[in-house]
């Protein structure tokens, strides 16, 4: 911990894509765990009151989340480093996580109303970053305030993107407020890359949409040149509550996820 609050080394990445169903939460909690398997101390913010990435990561019911950290952020208080213990959990496979649930739904209204309310979850995750070396925050499928706090207080984005429901014109407005951000919010903030996720590998229709996003995108962004495959042990992991490289450690969406790991780690 001393050596990194020396060298601050942490990295901030968000989950991000309007789309749902396009595997954030899964890739979150593959990528988190992955990350701790390499050595690094990891955060995930769970950041939808949908609380996928907290079931993911094997927590159910928390007692404490998100919701209470932005609540005090939002009455313009002071949060401890007691707040912030009393609300991070420890899971199995050694991830840290604030986790949320449906409470949390509540707080955009209130936080709509705040004085910079894009920044408030920034306030959290600056305290946080001394201790970690990276800090994951999943993110619900739109584009509303949950998702700008997160974009303000990342080092990059992350895109997952679902080949199935594959829409250009939404990666564009994503791109779009992405760079928004950037300008209105986050001088910093990159874009990590474009990760193609839930691939039926071998079909024409794959192959035909990685193509039209290269072209139209790779000059640009970073693609990342694997793709995280369908499979139906992915499909079940999240109910079994501990990662893919717990629940299928030799499928080809863990050995995906652990390449992942390592373009992400090759890229701090
Ligand atoms: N590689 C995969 N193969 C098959 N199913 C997968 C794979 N990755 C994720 N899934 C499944 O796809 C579903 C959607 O994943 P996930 O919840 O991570 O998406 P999301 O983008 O976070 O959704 P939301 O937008 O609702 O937050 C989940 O049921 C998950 O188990
Ligand atoms: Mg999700």
Do not use: W
């Amino acid at each position: 911990m001393r050596e990194n609050i020396a060298k601050n080394l942490c990295k901030v990445i968000a989950l991000a894509n309007q789309k749902g169903g396009v595997a954030k939460s899964f890739t979150t909690a593959s990528l988190a765990v992955g990350l701790v398997n390499s050595g690094n101390r990891v955060l995930v913010i769970d950041n939808d009151p949908q609380g996928h990435a907290s079931r993911c990561l094997g927590v159910r019911k928390p007692e404490k989340t998100i919701y209470d950290i932005m609540e005090k952020l939002v009455k313009g208080e002071e949060i401890t480093p007691n707040d912030c213990m009393e609300c991070i959990v420890t899971t199995d496979e050694g991830v840290d996580l604030l986790p949320a649930n449906v409470k949390y739904a509540m707080m955009e209204l209130e936080m709509s109303s705040a004085m910079s309310r894009e920044h408030l979850l920034n306030e959290f995750v600056v305290m946080q970053r001394p201790f970690y070396d990276f800090i994951l925050i999943d993110c619900p499928p739109n584009v509303g305030l949950f998702v700008l706090n997160a974009l303000t207080a990342s080092d990059s984005v992350l895109i997952p993107v679902k080949l199935e429901d594959l829409s250009i014109d939404g990666l564009q407005q994503l791109i779009q407020t992405i760079g928004m951000a950037k300008r209105r919010l986050n001088y910093n903030l990159e874009i990590e890359g474009i990760l193609f996720t839930i691939v039926e590998t071998n079909t024409v229709l794959a192959r035909n949409s990685i193509e039209a996003i290269r072209e139209a995108y790779g000059e640009h962004v970073h693609i990342y040149d694997f793709v995280i495959p369908k499979s139906v042990k992915a499909a079940e992991c999240p109910g079994s509550g501990t990662s893919i490289y717990k629940y299928d450690p030799n499928g080809k969406v863990a050995k995906a996820y652990e390449v992942l790991t390592k373009e992400v780690l090759s890229n701090v």
